[in-house]
């Protein structure tokens, strides 16, 4: 039911008595005892279908009523009511206008205009709703409540009325057989390379009692011919006989959250899961191929309230989500949340979004983008079509959300839009509808999402991280951080089984790479994406080397102005890390070398490389403590490059050289006791 039509059962009676309290307008007492019956049916019995109250009964009795005479107005206003409530929105209008046409008069007492201009806001009829809503704001009885909720029925309906002239280019395509059946399929999780969709569907199970529907987790897979592969649902240990939905995963598709719900206790969740009440969030993670079982999510999220439709960041350290607020005069709202992942591997406690992005009203379906910065979600609140519509909305740098966007026509229409989900590369939208020519009911869809909705485009880079020397895999632990601000963007781990990994990342940057495992060498790497090559990932592996080996590491995050000694400040990440190292292992000692290309002369070029290694040298014992009985610093000049001139020679272009060169040219350490 859209907003503006939230009439309870109480509420009925109470504008009702506007009317009530002068004498009826009908002569026949026929009709006024079969409207008064009708006044005491919802409370009287529950209607056999719904178990809400029986307004189907009083309108049964009210349709009688009418019949004994038919110009009775105010047993239309109640029938108007009545069917208001059962979201029979043209029957309601029909009352409320015979109303008027009878009696015009009458609404100087009540509210008809307001609920009329409601109604046809929710039947998508604007220019109607802006009539008369403009009449009622006249209405010298109005509630200050009333016309607060007037003045907004216009502000939507004239934004519809634009957005109508203005329609976006929206051309949904069925995700096809692979995915969507003759079942509900509905929220959609994407990993960050685009190829293993995870999603809802709604079945009967065999497993239930009487084969009731419920609600599991099933997952597609992109193959090489463009098509998404037939689903195949969950493990057994993930998909159980209870409801699960509402999934979010991770970007390299081993975390998965989702809500599962309680019994009639409010504890008991199902298979051995027990939560805090409601609706909860749980956590379950793959490895080597197999997921663990699912545990109530750790840490301050979960609550007495429900908690449903998570998102989780890129990076895996922010979790956006929605919760439901239980309890009288909640009016159905819900808001947005947000926690943070700690140390500990607990969730943080859960903060409200500002108002900015939460109303007074529903706010749902959250989706943060691989970007980091692009929050899509649903809301009844903020002004659109009439329902429940999609909006955008981004941050700023420093940190605060900005004013959210409506998606616009045909995106968002009279009905209710939600689960909208967005590609990393953030060309294409996923969303669930029940529109015709699909497979039945509702189905997943795509379409290209307007230029103006994009978020930063997210590339991805994976790989796998192992031993140089046995070539067995490691699970290391890396963590990527912007040359430019020095925020650290992604911390995450290797699986454990095969060392393999991957993780989004925003384009127009630049990148510094650390990964560590115990008993290695700190490995480090740097990337530029500025300017992308027009690929969507790049793959990267890490070989480390044991603590045991001779080998040189390259300490590829230092950095110095050309021709120059003086280290520049984006070094400070790769030092820290070598420092860091070395405190953990305080046995160890190093030398630290460096190098040149072959190009200029060599003397200069042997002072240059000397001077470099030992401007490292000076740091770590100045700014981070490092005794220098531990450090030594030599300079090779040109003498060792990675590519000889010969081999350069051969490389067909002059980007290729320039790179082979910039190999050339390093800064390295040797473990040497």
């Keep these: 039911m859209p907003k503006f039509l939230l009439v309870f059962f109480s509420l009925v009676?109470?504008?009702?008595?506007f009317y009530s309290q002068f004498r009826y307008s009908t002569k026949s007492k026929k009709a006024i005892k079969l409207l008064e019956a009708a006044q005491k049916a919802p409370g009287q019995t529950l209607d056999p279908k719904t178990r809400q109250p029986n307004y189907r009964e009083g309108i049964l009795l009210l349709e009688q009523s009418l019949k004994k005479d038919?110009?009775?107005?105010?047993?239309?206003i109640l029938s108007a009511q009545f069917n208001e409530n059962l979201n029979n929105y043209k029957q309601a209008i029909f009352h409320y206008e015979s109303a008027l046409q009878i009696n015009p008069e009458h609404s100087r007492y009540g509210s008809t205009h307001y609920y009329l201009s409601a109604l046809y806001l929710a039947e998508a009829e604007y220019e109607k709703a802006l009539k008369y809503a403009d009449v009622f704001m006249k209405n010298p009885n109005a509630s200050e409540e009333f016309l607060r909720n007037a003045k907004e029925i216009k502000q939507h309906a004239s934004f519809a009325i634009n957005a109508l002239k203005n329609p976006k280019n929206f051309n949904p395509i069925n995700a096809g057989n692979g995915i969507n059946t003759a079942d509900p399929e509905y929220y959609p999780t994407i990993?960050?390379?685009?190829?293993?969709?995870?999603?809802t569907r709604s079945i009967a199970d065999n497993r239930v009692k009487g084969y009731q529907e419920q609600e599991d987790f099933f997952v597609s897979n992109w193959d090489k011919i463009n098509n998404w592969q037939k689903a195949i649902p969950m493990a057994s240990n993930v998909n159980t006989i209870n409801n699960e939905g509402a999934p979010t995963i991770s970007a390299d598709g081993k975390s998965l959250i989702f809500v599962a719900c309680s019994d009639e206790t409010g504890t008991y969740y199902g298979e051995n899961r027990y939560g805090k009440g409601s609706c909860d969030l749980f956590y379950t993670k793959k490895i080597g191929g197999k997921w663990i079982n699912p545990i109530n999510l750790p840490g301050g999220v979960n609550s007495s309230h429900w908690e449903s439709q998570p998102s989780l960041s890129a990076d895996g350290q922010t979790l956006y989500f929605v919760r439901g607020l239980r309890g009288k005069n909640t009016n159905g709202n819900s808001d947005i949340y947000?926690?943070?992942?700690?140390?500990?591997?607990?969730?943080?406690?859960?903060?409200?979004?500002?108002?900015?992005?939460?109303?007074?009203?529903?706010?749902?379906?959250?989706?943060?983008?691989?970007?980091?910065?692009?929050?899509?979600?649903?809301?009844?609140?903020?002004?659109?079509m009439g329902g429940s519509d999609l909006f955008i909305s981004k941050m700023d740098a420093n940190g605060n959300w900005g004013k959210p966007v409506n998606l616009g026509y045909p995106i968002n229409t009279k009905f209710d839009e939600n689960s909208l989900l967005v590609s990393p590369i953030g060309d294409v939208a996923f969303f669930a509808s029940d529109r015709t020519g699909g497979f039945g009911d509702l189905d997943i869809y795509y379409f290209e999402l307007p230029l103006e909705y994009r978020p930063t485009k997210t590339l991805y880079f994976d790989g796998n991280v192992f031993d140089q020397v046995s070539k067995s895999a490691l699970p290391g632990h890396f963590q990527l951080t912007d040359i430019e601000s020095g925020e650290i963007v992604i911390i995450s781990d290797a699986d454990k089984i095969d060392g393999s990994f991957m993780v989004a990342l925003p384009v127009n940057k630049e990148y510094a790479?650390?990964?560590t495992h115990a008993g290695y060498a700190p490995y480090s790497i740097n990337f530029n994406l500025k300017i992308p090559d027009g690929s969507d990932h790049y793959h990267i592996d890490i070989p480390m080397n044991p603590l045991t080996s001779s080998t040189e590491n390259v300490l590829a995050n230092i950095f110095f102005d050309l021709g120059k000694s003086t280290l520049r400040k984006e070094s400070a990440i790769e030092l820290k890390t070598l420092a860091s190292f070395l405190s953990r292992n305080p046995t160890i000692k190093i030398e630290l070398g460096g190098h040149t290309d072959s190009r200029g002369n060599e003397a200069d070029n042997l002072l240059l490389s000397t001077e470099r290694a030992k401007a490292v040298y000076d740091y770590l014992i100045a700014n981070e403590r490092i005794s220098k009985e531990r450090l030594s610093f030599k300079g090779y000049g040109k003498t060792q490059p990675i590519f000889s001139d010969k081999i350069i020679e051969t490389m067909k272009t002059s980007e290729e050289k320039e790179i082979a060169h910039q190999k050339n040219r390093r800064t390295v350490y040797k473990i040497i006791k």
């Design 70 to 76: 038919p110009n009775f107005w105010e047993a239309h």
């Design 338 to 384: 947000v926690s943070h992942l700690q140390s500990d591997g607990n969730w943080g406690s859960a903060l409200r979004l500002s108002d900015v992005i939460n109303t007074a009203f529903a706010e749902e379906s959250v989706c943060i983008h691989p970007d980091g910065k692009t929050l899509y979600f649903a809301s009844r609140g903020h002004i659109g």
């Design 191 to 199: 990993t960050v390379d685009g190829k293993t969709l995870l999603f």
């Design 13 to 17: 009676f109470l504008n009702f008595s």
């Design 513 to 515: 790479i650390q990964v």
